[in-house]
């Protein structure tokens, strides 16, 4: 195996930025659809008084920082790096609904690093947040697959790239070319604007913006039904979106896809 990097840092920053700039400049639909999660999360879900425990509040807050520095790093290219981002900001939000309003718990989260067994008995609650928490919202919520979507997405995240697994591997490197004294095969770490791996990464950020955006909302102490109604017409519009705009990119989503 030999070693041949061609770019430096430099480099990277630069096609990193140039490809974070044209699509700022011209946002694809993918990307203006993102940006109505954002300002959602922003402006309606995340705002007003709500009955939380601190650290839960906090934790949500987290979650939605998290979820636009998925979007920033989806951005440049980079989309293998989005899903370590996209997973913890899926658990940082059950966290939070996990401590919710159970100052129990969220004593728990925080006494984590005061002992050994502070740190057992931490695990032991968190651990299976996710899990935990589709289940709930399954129970309040039957039969509508958003459990089953929630874990989908965290294992599908943990697939493409949040571990380095397979996906996370090989579905960035080129074809083997023959140059004679070896066999070169390039590992591509930024993906240029329009690409499968860049449209895929924003649509990534897509579903899980609306994953987080129903962990929240079940999160929260109250939730009118006008942001309920806001939350359902992202869902519809990032279904519309993907139909009319990516059939082709939407049929080779993998995991991820519906």
């Known amino acids: 195996m030999l070693f041949k990097p061609e770019q430096g840092f430099r480099d990277y920053i630069e096609v990193a930025q140039g490809n974070v700039t044209a699509s700022i400049a011209e946002p694809s639909p993918l990307l203006a659809g993102v940006e109505r999660f954002c300002d959602f999360f922003q402006k ?10 601190p650290t839960a509040a906090f934790l949500l807050m987290h979650s939605f920082m998290l979820y636009e520095a998925s979007v920033a790093t989806a951005l440049t290219g980079h989309a293998v790096a989005i899903y370590p981002l996209l997973r913890t900001a899926l658990e940082s939000a059950c966290y939070g609904y996990l401590m919710r309003s159970d100052t129990a718990v969220e004593a728990l989260w925080l006494n ?32 509508t697959g958003k459990a089953d979507l929630i874990n989908l997405a965290y294992q ?32 591509t770490g930024l993906h240029p604007r329009g ?64």
């Open 44 to 53: 309606d879900l995340l705002a007003g008084e709500q009955e939380l425990t």
């Open 112 to 143: 984590r690093h005061k002992s050994d067994a502070d740190m057992k008995a931490a695990r032991k609650t968190f651990t299976s947040a996710v899990k935990e928490v589709a289940a709930a919202i399954d129970k309040k919520e039957p039969n």
């Open 156 to 187: 599908g995240a943990i697939d493409w790239g949040a571990h380095p697994n397979p996906y996370s591997i090989h579905h960035h490197m080129e074809a083997p070319k023959d140059i004679g004294t070896h066999v070169q095969v390039n590992l």
């Open 195 to 258: 690409s499968l791996e860049y449209d895929r990464s924003l649509l990534a950020c897509l579903d899980f913006g609306m994953l987080l955006g129903i962990v929240i909302a079940h999160s929260l102490s109250t939730i009118s039904k006008d942001t309920v109604r806001k939350l359902q017409e992202l869902n519809d519009m990032k279904e519309a979106l993907l139909e009319s705009e990516y059939p082709d990119t939407y049929a080779a989503m993998g995991p991820l896809k519906r």
